[in-house]
Nanobody, 119 residues
């Protein structure tokens, strides 16, 4: 069973930075892509950033230029560096790992880590 464990959330002032980490229980090479989603108060869960096994990155428009996703294959870890944080970035951030075999797609989720941007 795949386990994803996030860490790094917390309270930060507007303009500050945080780095989220997601450690997978197995090799992240087994996943076609990994990424981060978030769910703000009263909102639906939305994609934030993703990185494929080949290293291709995608970002939501709202975080482009401020957030960077990266991966450390040796340590089965994916990071989300968040800079210039805004109050609207406040949300629970979830790590996601996707495995695709033919038309079958399986998604795995972490438990979430709270990020609060407030003065």
């Amino acid at each position: 069973q795949v386990q994803l464990v996030e860490s790094g959330g917390g309270l930060v002032q507007p303009g500050g930075s945080l780095r989220l980490s997601c450690v997978a229980s197995g090799s992240i090479f087994s996943f076609n892509a990994m990424g981060w989603y978030r769910q703000g108060p009263g909102k639906e869960r939305e994609p934030v950033a993703s990185i494929t096994s080949g290293g291709r990155r995608n970002y939501a428009d709202s975080v482009k230029g401020r957030f960077t996703i990266s991966r450390d294959n040796a340590n089965n870890t994916v990071y989300l560096q968040m800079n210039s944080l805004k109050p609207e970035d406040t949300a629970v951030y979830y790590c996601n790992a996707r495995k695709s075999i033919g038309v079958l797609e399986t998604n795995y989720w972490g438990q979430g880590t709270q990020v609060t941007v407030s003065s």
